[in-house]
């Protein structure tokens, strides 16, 4: 069957780095993205990985290992505006079909 | 600005009503999405649709229904509404990039219907 693992809930302070991993079996494979989804609100795209390696975009980065069907989100400089809720998705067809994973709620404390 | 948006924002209903939640995008986009999201279960496809002409159904399109009515319109009906079909529902959309690099198929969510099934 197809999945994707994501732990349930992460909990750090402020300012400290919190790392989501995502491990995933698919039928196919053509990338992972990363959502982050506020209390309530529309998720909201943070990144993309099609590629083995680490993409960076300010705080956020992403890794993706192909090999190992795995790859994580790392936040860095944890805010309280980063509480919220983070997806990993496939994406698993050429048509750019996504599936998501269950989401791990991210809870930063003072 | 450019923008999706979802009618209604919040309905109650009972069980056997007919409802439609209705989705419409201006940015321009081909590629619409119908998800459900219920606690602990993320977010799951019901139906998609890649232009006016191309509907697939997702995961769990049983119950449900839709209609591209245009490119900015895509339709999601409950034919007799169920209480197991509360949930929030959101419309995305996506523009698929043939530039040639790998392309994110980035989606781009409505606010979101919260449906309640009595």
């Known amino acids: 069957g197809q999945s994707l693992e994501q732990p349930s809930e992460v909990t750090a302070v402020e300012g400290a780095i919190v790392q989501i991993n995502c491990t995933y079996q698919t039928s196919g494979f053509y990338g992972l993205s990363w959502y982050q989804q506020h209390d309530g609100g529309a998720p909201t795209f943070l990144s993309y990985n099609a590629l083995d390696g680490l993409e960076e975009t300010g705080r956020f980065s992403s890794f993706l290992s192909r090999s190992d069907s795995y790859g994580y989100l790392l936040l860095q400089e944890l805010q309280m505006k980063d509480s919220a809720s983070y997806f990993c998705?496939?994406?698993?067809?050429?048509?750019?079909?996504?599936?998501f994973g269950a989401g791990t709620q991210v809870v930063v404390t003072p | 600005d450019a923008d999706v948006t979802q009618t209604p924002r919040n309905r109650i209903t009972k069980t056997g009503k007919r409802i439609m939640l209705e989705c419409s995008q201006t940015?321009?986009?081909?590629?619409m999405y119908w998800y459900r999201q219920d606690p602990g279960l993320g977010l799951r496809l019901i139906y998609y649709?890649?232009?006016?002409?191309?509907?697939n159904k997702g995961e769990i399109s049983d119950g449900y229904s839709v209609s591209r009515q245009a490119q900015a319109k895509f339709s999601l009906s409950l034919e007799s509404a169920i209480p197991n079909q509360t949930a929030l529902y959101f419309c995305?959309?996506?523009?698929?990039?043939?530039?040639?690099?790998?392309?994110?198929?980035?989606?781009?969510f409505g606010p979101g219907t919260r449906l309640t099934v009595l």
């Open positions: 940015k321009g986009h081909d590629r």
């Open positions: 998705a496939v994406r698993d067809d050429s048509w750019g079909k996504l599936q």
């Open positions: 649709s890649f232009d006016v002409k191309d509907i």
């Open positions: 995305a959309t996506s523009d698929f990039s043939s530039s040639g690099r790998p392309s994110s198929n980035e989606q781009f």
